[in-house]
């Protein structure tokens, strides 16, 4: 692909992650995206299939960096741990502190892919199929790390606990402004800072609650 084409595609992506994000999918035509990308619609089934593997295109992209700094989070936390597990604060902040960092840092770039995020996340149309095709061998890989961090917990407790892990963080991504509102403007659902200092030690005690022994 030569560079003019390769430039192309990469503006037909953003475009579409704008809009996928802003619109959802059934609300977005490809000629709106390719005008957005300032294109001829024709190139848009020169560079994907469909509509839907754009949809997905626009998924991959980012997701494959997202996983990779996440598994390499992980790494620098176990290899830290040689002799003992690591702590389960350590393992939530490897799998939300890379993904909160880049949106914190370089928020224009990130914000409707991980508005987008959110918005597949909660889908009963998108989300059980594209989280897991996107996202699931890493989340098998954190939740295997917990499962060593904390070994008397059932796979219910477990399973649960990362599931409002989940929840938190792709409401946090989606910064509709309710904190805002909320708090009177104490926070702001834009900051991701306060977020990633706040949500693993918030979480980890989720987690250790519910995987508490019972009495």
């Given at each position: 692909?030569?560079?003019?084409?390769?430039?192309?595609?990469?503006?037909?992506?953003?475009?579409?992650?704008?809009?996928?994000?802003?619109?959802?999918f059934?609300?977005?035509?490809?000629?709106?995206?390719?005008?957005?990308?300032?294109?001829?619609?024709?190139?848009?089934?020169?560079?994907?299939?469909?509509?839907?593997?754009?949809?997905?295109?626009?998924?991959l992209?980012r997701?494959?960096?997202?996983?990779?700094?996440?598994?390499?989070?992980?790494?620098?936390?176990?290899?830290?741990?040689?002799?003992?597990?690591?702590?389960?604060?350590?393992?939530?902040?490897?799998?939300?502190?890379?993904?909160?960092?880049?949106?914190?840092?370089d928020?224009?770039?990130?914000?409707?892919?991980?508005?987008?995020?959110a918005?597949?996340?909660?889908?009963?149309?998108?989300?059980?199929?594209?989280?897991?095709r996107?996202?699931?061998?890493?989340?098998k890989?954190?939740?295997?790390?917990?499962?060593?961090?904390?070994?008397?917990?059932?796979?219910?407790?477990?399973?649960?606990?990362?599931?409002?892990?989940?929840?938190?963080?792709?409401?946090?991504?989606?910064?509709?402004?309710?904190?805002?509102?909320?708090?009177?403007?104490v926070?702001?659902?834009?900051?991701?800072a306060?977020?990633?200092e706040?949500?693993?030690?918030?979480?980890?005690?989720?987690?250790?609650?519910?995987?508490?022994?019972?009495?």
């Amino acid at each position: 692909m030569s560079p003019k084409a390769q430039q192309t595609r990469q503006r037909i992506l953003d475009a579409a992650e704008q809009l996928f994000a802003r619109e959802g999918f059934s609300g977005v035509t490809v000629r709106q995206i390719m005008k957005k990308a300032e294109a001829d619609v024709a190139l848009a089934y020169y560079h994907f299939d469909s509509k839907r593997d754009l949809f997905d295109a626009v998924l991959l992209r980012r997701a494959e960096k997202l996983n990779a700094l996440r598994d390499k989070a992980l790494d620098e936390v176990e290899s830290r741990h040689q002799d003992d597990a690591p702590s389960v604060e350590e393992i939530i902040s490897a799998f939300t502190t890379p993904l909160l960092k880049l949106l914190a840092e370089d928020h224009e770039k990130w914000r409707h892919y991980f508005a987008l995020i959110a918005q597949v996340n909660s889908s009963t149309e998108w989300g059980g199929e594209l989280m897991t095709r996107y996202f699931d061998p890493l989340v098998k890989r954190f939740i295997a790390a917990l499962r060593r961090a904390l070994p008397d917990c059932s796979d219910e407790e477990l399973y649960w606990s990362y599931h409002f892990l989940s929840g938190a963080l792709t409401l946090s991504f989606a910064e509709t402004g309710r904190i805002d509102n909320l708090s009177g403007g104490v926070c702001q659902s834009s900051d991701m800072a306060s977020v990633s200092e706040r949500m693993p030690k918030f979480i980890a005690a989720g987690f250790e609650a519910l995987c508490a022994p019972k009495s």
